[in-house]
C-alpha cells in the first residue's frame, strides 16, 4: 500500500536524521553546553540542556519531514478540485501519541525534579529564605547585593565586609544571600550556573561549589532600569590560600567602611518608595 | 426586528453627518475629560501631604484618564443606553445601524462592524508596534547606547512589549471572532451586543493611552510592570496602568460576550460535536480571559492605590511585597501566553480541512487540546519565578504541570499532520501560512520545555531565550496565523480580492526572515545576553547586527502586507468570486457582503463542517428553517 | 405565540436565556475579582513583611464594618422577598420590596464611605491597612454596580405598568428573567461581602 510505503520512507529519512542530529548534539555540543562545567550546578544545568536538546531535536525533525512529504506529495493543482479519503482520525495512533507525549514528559518532569532536589542542591536556582535542597557541612556564606547598578558582596564570617568584587575559594560549597535595596534585580553568575532574584527585603539563597579555578562572568537578568545592561563585572574562583589572603587584605582595605555600614541582617529594608500621590 | 434604517435627508449638510455621538465627539469630549480630570486631581492633589512633597501628582493623571475615558466613551454613545435603562426604558437595539460609512466611527452593535473596526485597529497598532521594534533594533546595532538615550530605549522596549500584548490578545479574536462566531453559530448577533461594540473601542484607547507615556518621562518596567521599578518610575507609569487596566477590562469582557454568545445563541442543531474548531478554541480563549485578566485588572487597581493612596502592597518596607505583584501579575500572565495561541491554533484547524480536502483528523482531540490547555494554563504561573525565591518546594509541582501542557499542545500537531496526510492539498496562501505557523510555533514550544525545567530555566531565565520563545510563540504562532486567517476571510469579510502574488511573495519573505531574526536570538540568549538591555557585550555584537539587518528586512516584507491591504481593500477593490476555496463553512454558504442580520431566517444545522469527501454528506445548513427556537441542541 | 416574540432582533428564548448564562459568566469572572484581593490578603498576611502586616494601632472599625454587611444582607432578604412577591404575581409588593433593596444597597455603599472618613488610621498603616481599604473599596465598586442594575429593573417594571401583569408577555419573561440573574449574582456579591467582613473584621 502506498501511504504504508510512505510511512516507512519518513520514517527511516527521520531516523537517520535524528540520530545524526542526537548523536551530534550528545557528542559534539553536549561537552560545550552553556553554561560550562565549572560546578555542579552548572553541570547539571548544561546536561539539561543536552538532554533537552537531544529529546527535542527528534521532534523538530519528525514534524517538519512530515509537513514536506504530504505538501511534496499529496498535492493537488488545476482547477478541478478533488476531494481526499473522509478519514477522521485513527484511535490506536491518537492513543500511542499522547502516550508516547505524556511518558516524555513525565520523564522530562522527574529528571527535573531529581536534579532540582537530589543532585545539585538546587540546581543553582534562588530557593528564598527557607531552602528546600540543603547541603551538609559548613558552607561559605556569601551576601549578594544588588542596587542601582551594581552588584556588591558582604562576607558575614569575615566581619561583615562589603566588597567590590566577588572571590569564591575553590572546592568550598558556597551559600549566597542574594538580596537588594533598591528594585528587583537577578543575580546571573553565568559559568556558576547561578540565578537568584535580589529582591527587596528578602533573603533569597542560593548554594553553588566552585570546581574550577578562573573567572566568571556576573550579570542582572532582571530589568532594573536603564543601567540594567551595565550591571555586569566578573568575578573569581580561586585557590583557598589565595581566598584568605584577599579576604583579608579586603578586610584591612574596607576596615573604614565596614564600620560605617549597617549590621549584617539577611534583608535590608529600605524606606519606601512612597509615591508623590 | 428592528432593521428600519434612519437615513438621513438629503437636504442635510455634509458636516452635520459630524455631530452627534461618534469617534470625533469622543475624541474632544476625551481630551476636555482628561483636562477637567487632571485640574481636579491638581487641587486634591495640593490638599495632601505626601503629594506636596513630590513633584509629580499621580491623581491628576489617573483623573485625567478616568474623565478623558469617561468623555470618550461617553461621545461615542455608549452612556445612551444605560441612561435610558436607568430610566426604566425597555431592551432594545437602536445602535443597530445597518448602512453607511459613519457605523464604522461609532458604537455599531452589527458585529461584522465591529470585526472590521477590530481589524483596522490591529492592523494599525500593528505597525505602531512594530516601527517601535524596528527602532530598537536599530538602537542594537551598537553594543552601548548610541541612538536613544537609555530611558528612552526602555520606553520603547516597554511600548512594543505592551502594545503587542494589548493588541495581540485581540489580534484573531477580535476582528475574526467577532466576525465570525455568530455566523458560524448560525446567529444573527452576539449575545451582548453593545458589550462587544464597547471592546472595540477600548482597543483603540489602549494603545493610544499608552502611547502618551512618551508625553509623560515615559516608563522603563517593559511589559511586566515590576514594582519596586514601576514606584519609581515617571508618571508615564500611570499610562502604562491605565491601558493596562482597559485592555484588561476588555478582554474579560470579550471572554464573556463570547462565552454567553456560544452558550445560547447557536442555532437548531448546532450541537458542540459539529460547533467549528474556530469557535472551539475561542471558547477557550474566552475562558481564559474572563477568568484570568480581572486579576490583572485588580493587581493593577492595587498599583494605582500604592501610586495615589500610598497604600504599600507592592513595596517590601511596609508590609507589602514584591511577590504580591508578580505572582498576580503571572497569575493574568500565564493564561495570556495561551489568549496568545488558542485562537491561533483555531485558525490553523479550521483552515487546514478546507485546503486538504479532507475531514478534521481526530475533531474530538483538537477540542479535548484546547480545552485541556485552557485548564492547566491556570496552574503553571510559577515558572515564571522559578529563581524569584518563592515557594521552592513547590517548583517540582509547576514544572510538572507545565511541562504537561505539551501534551494537549500536542494534540493538535497530530491533529494537523493527521489532515495532512494523504490529503488533496491546494497550497494556497492562508495554507502555507497555516504550515508556517505550526513550524514556528513547534520551535516556540519546544524552547518552551527548556523554560519549563528549572535547571535549564536557571541558565536561560530573563535572556534573549526568552526573548525568542516567546517571539516564536506570538508573532511566529499567532502573528502568522493572523495572515492565515486575513488571506482566508478577506475576501468574505470585504467582498474583495487581494494581490496573490504580492500575498505570495510576503508569505515567503516573512517566513524566512522571521526564522533568520529570531533564531539567532536563542544563541544570544543561551551566551548570556540579557533581555531588555540596552548595553550587551561586544562579542555579541555579529549577533545583533545580523538579527537588526534581517529585522529591517523582516519589517519591510510586513510593509508588503501592509500595502496590499491598502492597495486591495482601497484602491483595486477587486470583488471576490462567492466563496473561492470552496469551502463548506456556514460564512461562504451567506451572500457577500453579508446581510445585516446574517440570516432571513435562522437556519438549521444538519451537518458538520468539515465534511470533504464524504460521500452523500449534506450542506452544513438548510437555510429554511421555520420558527424552530435558537440555540437548542 | 409568545415564543416568537423578538427582543433585540432575536428569539426572546435567546434573551432570556443570556440573562441566565450572562449572570453565572459574570459571577465566574467575578470570582477572580475577588481572589485577587483574597490572596492579597492572606499572601501579605502569611509573609507579614518587617513586621509591618498588622501593627497594633491599626483597627478596623467593626461598629462599621457589621452596619455595611448588615445593610448588604437586609436587602439580599428584601430582595428575596421581592422576587418572590413577583413570582405570584403581587407586582405592588414587588415594588416596593425591589425598591427598598436597592436603597439598602446605596445605603451600604455610603456608610462604606462614611466610614473611610472615620477609619482612625491611614492606607500607608502597613499592609492590612492597605488591604483593608482596597478589598472594601473593591466591594464597593461592584456593589454600586449592582444597585444601578437593579434600578434599571425596577425601573423598567415601574415603566411597564400594567402590562406586566400577563405573565405571557415578552417583558414580563424578560423581566423575570433579568430578577433571577440579578438575584444570582447579588447573593454571590453579599456572600462575598459577608466574608470578607469576616476577613477583615475579625481575622485581620
Ligand atoms: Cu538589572
Ligand atoms: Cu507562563
Redesign the pocket.
Known amino acids: 500500500m502506498i501511504l504504508r510505503r510512505s510511512g516507512v520512507r519518513i520514517g527511516l529519512v527521520w531516523g537517520v536524521l535524528s540520530a545524526a542530529t542526537v548523536l551530534g548534539v550528545v557528542f559534539g555540543l553536549g561537552p560545550h553546553m552553556p553554561p560550562g562545567q565549572g560546578t555542579p550546578q552548572a553541570v547539571d544545568q548544561s546536561t539539561t540542556n543536552t538532554l533537552m536538546t537531544a529529546l527535542a531535536a527528534p521532534v523538530l525533525i519528525l514534524i517538519p519531514c512530515i509537513f514536506i512529504y504530504c505538501v511534496v506529495n499529496f498535492r493537488q493543482r488545476g482547477a478541478q478540485i478533488q476531494d481526499g479519503p473522509p478519514v477522521r482520525g485513527h484511535g490506536p495512533l491518537q492513543l500511542g501519541w499522547v502516550a508516547i507525549t505524556t511518558v516524555l514528559v513525565l520523564f522530562l518532569a522527574g529528571y527535573g525534579t531529581y536534579t532540582l532536589l537530589v543532585t545539585s542542591t538546587g540546581a543553582g536556582g534562588g530557593q528564598g529564605p527557607n531552602p528546600v535542597a540543603v547541603p551538609g557541612g559548613d558552607p561559605l556564606q556569601v551576601q549578594v547585593i544588588?542596587q542601582q547598578?551594581d552588584f556588591t558582596y558582604r562576607y558575614p564570617g569575615y566581619g561583615g565586609v562589603e566588597t567590590t568584587t566577588l572571590e569564591l575559594p575553590r572546592g568550598q560549597m558556597v551559600e549566597l544571600h542574594v538580596t537588594s535595596i533598591d528594585v528587583i534585580?537577578?543575580f546571573w553568575a553565568y559559568q556558576l550556573g547561578v540565578k537568584a532574584d535580589a529582591v527587596p527585603g528578602t533573603d533569597n539563597i542560593v548554594y553553588v561549589e566552585p570546581t574550577k579555578l578562573g573567572s566568571f562572568q556576573v550579570r542582572?537578568?532582571?530589568?532594573?532600569?536603564i543601567w540594567?545592561g551595565n550591571?555586569t563585572s566578573v568575578g573569581y574562583v580561586v585557590s583557598p590560600s589565595a581566598f584568605r589572603s584577599w579576604i583579608e587584605q579586603q578586610q584591612r582595605e574596607w576596615a573604614p567602611v565596614t564600620k560605617q555600614l549597617p549590621p549584617y541582617a539577611p534583608a535590608y529594608y529600605p524606606e519606601p518608595v512612597v509615591r508623590g500621590g | 426586528m428592528q432593521t428600519d434604517v434612519i437615513a438621513a435627508p438629503a437636504s442635510r449638510p455634509a458636516w452635520r453627518g459630524l455631530i452627534g455621538f461618534n469617534l470625533l465627539t469622543g475624541i474632544v469630549l476625551g481630551i476636555v475629560g482628561f483636562a477637567v480630570g487632571a485640574w481636579l486631581g491638581g487641587m486634591i492633589g495640593d490638599g495632601l501631604r505626601w503629594v506636596g512633597q513630590s513633584d509629580e501628582n499621580d491623581i491628576a493623571i489617573f483623573l485625567g484618564f478616568a474623565l478623558g475615558l469617561v468623555g470618550y466613551f461617553g461621545g461615542l454613545g455608549f452612556f445612551n443606553y444605560p441612561i435610558s435603562r436607568l430610566l426604566g426604558h425597555p431592551p432594545s437595539l437602536r445602535e443597530y445601524d445597518s448602512e453607511g460609512w459613519g457605523r464604522y466611527f461609532r458604537m455599531c452593535t452589527d458585529h461584522k462592524v465591529v470585526g472590521i473596526q477590530y481589524l483596522v485597529v490591529i492592523l494599525i497598532f500593528f505597525f505602531v508596534a512594530g516601527f517601535n521594534a524596528m527602532m530598537i533594533r536599530t538602537e542594537l546595532l551598537r553594543p552601548s547606547p548610541s541612538i536613544w538615550p537609555a530611558d528612552t530605549y526602555l520606553t520603547l522596549v516597554g511600548e512594543h512589549g505592551t502594545m503587542m500584548m494589548v493588541l495581540m490578545s485581540a489580534a484573531v479574536i477580535g476582528p475574526f471572532g467577532n466576525y465570525l462566531i455568530p455566523i458560524m453559530i448560525g446567529a444573527r448577533r452576539m449575545a451582548f451586543p453593545r458589550i462587544e461594540s464597547m471592546t472595540v473601542w477600548m482597543t483603540l484607547a489602549a494603545p493610544i493611552v499608552l502611547l502618551s507615556a512618551i508625553g509623560l518621562g515615559g516608563f522603563p518596567t517593559g511589559w511586566t510592570g515590576y514594582t519596586p521599578l514601576a514606584d519609581q518610575a515617571n508618571l508615564g507609569m500611570d499610562s502604562y496602568i491605565t491601558a493596562f487596566i482597559l485592555a484588561g477590562t476588555a478582554l474579560t469582557l470579550v471572554g464573556f460576550n463570547i462565552l454567553a454568545t456560544v452558550f445560547t445563541m447557536r442555532a437548531p442543531g448546532m450541537t458542540w460535536g459539529r460547533l467549528p474548531l474556530f469557535v472551539w478554541a475561542q471558547v477557550a480563549t474566552a475562558i481564559l480571559m474572563l477568568l484570568s485578566a480581572p486579576v490583572l485588572v485588580t493587581a493593577l487597581l492595587l498599583a494605582v492605590l500604592d501610586r495615589t493612596a500610598t497604600t504599600t502592597f507592592f513595596t517590601s518596607g511596609n508590609g507589602g511585597s514584591p511577590y504580591l505583584f508578580e505572582n498576580l501579575f503571572w497569575f493574568f500572565g500565564h493564561p495570556e501566553v495561551y489568549i496568545l495561541a488558542l485562537p491561533g491554533f483555531g485558525v490553523a484547524l479550521e483552515i487546514l480541512p478546507v485546503f486538504c480536502r479532507k475531514p478534521l483528523w481526530g475533531y474530538g482531540m483538537a477540542v479535548a487540546g484546547m480545552l485541556g490547555i485552557a485548564a492547566l494554563s491556570f496552574m503553571v504561573w510559577q515558572h515564571h519565578l522559578f529563581v524569584s525565591g518563592i515557594n521552592a518546594p513547590l517548583r517540582p509541582f509547576y514544572m510538572l504541570t507545565t511541562e504537561l501542557i505539551s501534551v494537549p499542545t500536542g494534540f493538535l500537531f497530530i491533529n494537523a499532520m493527521g489532515t495532512l496526510w494523504n490529503a488533496r492539498m491546494r497550497l494556497e496562501v492562508p495554507l502555507l501560512f497555516v504550515l508556517a505557523q505550526l513550524f514556528n510555533f513547534l520551535i516556540g514550544g519546544l524552547s518552551g520545555i527548556f523554560l519549563s525545567d528549572t535547571p535549564s530555566d536557571v541558565t536561560l531565565h530573563g535572556s534573549y531565550f526568552v526573548m525568542a520563545h516567546l517571539h516564536y510563540t506570538i508573532l511566529g504562532g499567532l502573528g502568522f496565523s493572523l495572515f492565515a486567517a486575513f488571506y482566508y476571510w478577506f475576501p468574505k469579510m470585504t467582498g474583495l480580492q487581494y494581490n496573490m502574488r504580492l500575498a505570495r511573495i510576503h508569505f515567503w519573505s516573512v517566513f524566512i526572515l522571521f526564522n533568520t531574526t529570531f533564531a539567532p536570538l536563542f544563541a544570544a540568549g543561551i551566551l548570556d545576553m540579557?533581555r531588555r538591555?540596552v548595553t550587551y557585550a561586544s562579542y555579541l555584537q555579529p549577533i545583533n547586527d545580523w538579527v537588526s539587518i534581517s529585522a529591517f528586512l523582516l519589517g519591510g516584507s510586513m510593509l508588503l502586507f501592509g500595502i496590499n491591504v491598502v492597495y486591495s481593500w482601497a484602491i483595486a477593490r477587486k470583488p471576490a468570486v462567492d466563496n473561492p476555496w470552496h469551502s463548506r463553512g456556514i460564512e461562504w454558504q451567506l451572500p457577500t457582503p453579508v446581510p445585516v442580520h446574517n440570516f432571513e431566517r435562522l437556519p438549521v444545522i444538519v451537518a458538520g463542517p468539515y465534511d470533504y469527501g464524504v460521500p452523500g454528506a449534506l450542506p452544513v445548513m438548510q437555510p429554511e428553517a421555520a420558527a424552530a427556537p435558537a440555540g437548542g441542541e | 405565540m409568545a415564543d416568537q416574540q423578538l427582543i433585540e432582533g432575536e428569539d426572546i428564548q435567546a434573551a432570556v436565556r443570556n440573562y441566565w448564562v450572562g449572570s453565572r459568566l459574570w459571577i465566574a469572572g467575578l470570582v477572580f475579582y475577588f481572589l485577587a484581593f483574597a490572596f492579597s490578603f492572606l499572601y501579605l498576611r502569611s509573609l507579614n513583611a518587617n513586621h509591618m502586616w498588622h501593627p497594633a494601632k491599626v483597627q478596623a472599625p467593626a461598629v462599621w464594618g457589621t452596619a455595611i454587611v448588615a445593610a448588604l444582607v437586609v436587602s439580599a432578604i428584601v430582595f428575596t422577598i421581592a422576587r418572590t412577591a413577583l413570582e405570584r404575581n403581587s407586582l405592588s409588593i414587588w415594588r416596593w420590596a425591589a425598591l427598598v433593596a436597592f436603597l439598602l444597597a446605596l445605603t451600604a455603599a455610603a456608610l462604606q464611605i462614611v466610614e473611610y472618613r472615620e477609619l482612625g488610621f491611614g492606607p500607608g498603616a502597613g499592609g492590612f491597612a492597605s488591604t483593608f481599604v482596597a478589598w472594601t473599596g473593591g466591594v464597593l465598586v461592584v456593589v454600586l454596580g449592582m444597585a444601578y442594575w437593579l434600578e434599571t429593573i425596577w425601573a423598567t417594571s415601574i415603566r411597564a405598568g400594567t402590562t406586566l401583569a400577563d405573565t405571557s408577555r415578552g417583558e414580563r419573561r424578560m423581566l423575570a428573567a433579568n430578577v433571577e440573574g440579578f438575584g444570582a449574582v447579588w447573593y454571590f456579591v453579599v456572600a462575598v461581602a459577608v466574608a470578607t467582613y469576616g476577613l477583615l473584621y475579625w481575622v485581620g
Open positions: 544588588g547598578w534585580h537577578s542582572c537578568a532582571e530589568l532594573c532600569g540594567h550591571m | 540579557p538591555a
